[in-house]
């Protein structure tokens, strides 16, 4: 874990760039605009199943009610941190949607990642043309071209493709996402963040808490400190 720890600059980590003073505006912006919209939102129904999937539900339809706004109330308070810091980093990560029109946890797999741990093995999105980042930078496509490149990759090595995509609504890279969050394997890691909705939540709040350095700088609003340590930019 403490290695996992030192390595967190790179967490989850894309080597996508990340404007560190947009991040900051976002965060804020974004996040007042949401809970401005949603502060007078019901509280859940006393008969509602709460944070488990019901049987046979799809994700689209456990968010019917599931709230996201009740999620980030909660994940704010137990991270003693401001709700809209909270969404902001939430929708600069996953645009707000963990979950994808093909009612799928948002995923970015990362050809980079994957040929360092599978011993060379190169699984391309379509624009790349080599299993850089620099080429990951270049990808065309939607989510059915992300998880169709990830179950290529499952098809050679299930460990190093788990590990080599970012998931969910804090987009946890599976490398770092597993240890810091407590799952035994990477491959654990991906199957709750595909099967549990609100695993995908934990797991945000578990990681933020586990990078000391990314959840003080998000205590004190330190937007760039906490990029530099939550999303290697």
């Known amino acids: 874990v403490q290695s996992a ?3 967190a600059a790179h967490a989850h980590g894309t080597s996508r760039a990340m404007n560190k003073k947009a991040i900051g505006l976002l965060a804020v912006g974004a996040g007042l605009l949401f809970f401005s919209r949603k502060a007078s939102a019901a509280e859940p129904d006393e008969e509602d199943e709460g944070d488990d999937m019901r049987e046979g539900e799809s994700f689209v339809e456990f968010f019917s009610h599931f709230s996201l706004v009740d999620f980030v109330r909660r ?31 948002v995923i970015r ?9 599978a011993n060379g093995a190169s699984v391309l999105l379509p624009g790349m043309s080599a299993p850089t980042a620099s080429e990951g930078r270049k990808r065309r496509g939607g989510q059915a071209d992300e998880w169709d490149a990830l179950n290529r990759a499952t098809a050679i090595n299930a460990e190093a493709a788990a590990k080599s995509a970012s998931y969910g609504v ?6 770092y996402g ?31 808490r ?6 003080q700088a998000l205590r004190t609003g330190d937007y760039a400190g906490f990029v530099a340590k939550y999303n290697g930019a």
Do not use: C, W
Not at 170 to 175: P, R, Y
Not at 181 to 208: C, H, L, N, W
């Open 178 to 208: 597993y240890v810091l969050t407590g799952y035994p394997s990477a491959v654990a890691f991906r199957e709750a963040m595909e099967t549990k909705p609100i695993a995908q939540f934990d797991a945000f709040v578990r990681f933020v």
């Open 109 to 117: 797999f990362e050809p980079h990642v994957f040929v360092t741990l």
């Open 210 to 215: 586990n990078v000391p350095e990314a959840h």
């Open 170 to 175: 804090g987009q946890l890279l599976g490398k």
């Open 75 to 105: 994940a704010a308070t137990d991270l003693g941190v401001p709700p809209e810091r909270l969404y902001g980093v939430i929708y600069a990560e996953s645009g707000g949607k963990p979950f994808s029109n093909l009612g799928r946890v």
């Open 5 to 7: 720890r030192g390595q």
